[in-house]
C-alpha cells in the first residue's frame, strides 16, 4: 500500500514538472516540499518501476547526418583568378572583462577581401549563418555565380542544419576540411594571425561592445579599404577589385 501511494505521488510531481523531473529533484520535492519520509533508493526504483522518468542531457546541436558532411574540394590551393570563386570562413574568439566575444568572418580568396562577418557572445549557428548570410547578400544578390566554394573547417557550428541550407539555397558548394588540421584552411588562419596582432592583443578589453566596435572598424574599414597587402601588389582589398573591373571593363 505504502509503494502503491508513492507511486501516485511521484505520478503527480512528475506531472506537475512537465515530466521534467528526475530522481533527485523527484525526492527532494517529496521530502522537503511535501514532508513524506521516503529514501532515494526507493524513488528510483519506484520510478523505474512505473516508467517515469526526467529530462536528462544538454541541448544537442542540430546537425546533418554524417553522411552528407562536405568533403575537401580545396586541398589547401586558395588561389583563385577572379571574385566569388571561393569563399573562407572561420570563428575566433577573444577575452573581455565582461566575457568573450566571437567573430566569424567570410574571406573572399581572391582579393583577401572580408565579404561577411558576424559577431556575438556565444558561438553559436546563428554567428556562422548570419556571416554567410551577409557574404551572399552582398556578392550574390544580383548576379549569382554558380559553383562558388564555401569553405570551413569541420566545426559543429559549420556543419549545422542551418549553415548547410543557407548554402545549399543559394548554389554555394560546401566544402571541408579535415579535423584538426590547420593548413587545410591556412587563409583564414593568417588572416586572424594578423588582426591577433594589429589589434586584439594590443589592450585589455573592459566589455563586448567595446571589443565588437573596433572587430567592425578593423573588418570593413581596416581591412577592407585601408591595409595593403603584399600578395595584392600592395593594394587593399577593395582597390584590387576595383582594379580588375577597370581592367576587364
Partial sequence: MRHALLTDLITQVHSESHGTYGIRRVHAELTLGRGVQVGHN????????????????RRKWK???????ATDLVERSFARSAPNQLWVTDITEHPTREGKVYCCVVLDTYSRRVVGWSIDSSPTA??????????IDTRLAKSVE????????????FGSWAFTKRAKDSGLLASM?????CYDNSMIEAFWSRMQVELLDRQKWNTRLE?????????????????????LGWLTPVEFERNRIITVA
Fill in 211 to 231: 571589443l565588437a566596435n573596433a572587430m567592425f572598424h578593423y573588418l570593413e574599414i581596416w581591412h577592407n579599404r585601408k591595409r595593403r597587402h603584399s600578395q
Fill in 63 to 69: 546537425r546533418i547526418r554524417p553522411d552528407t558532411l
Fill in 177 to 181: 576540411g579535415t579535423i584538426g588540421d
Fill in 146 to 157: 554558380p559553383g562558388t566554394i564555401i569553405h570551413s573547417d569541420q566545426g559543429v557550428q
Fill in 42 to 57: 526507493q524513488i528510483e526504483l519506484l520510478m523505474r518501476r512505473a516508467g517515469i522518468q526526467g529530462v536528462t542531457g
Fill in 126 to 135: 546563428a554567428l556562422v549563418t548570419n556571416a554567410l548570410g551577409m557574404a
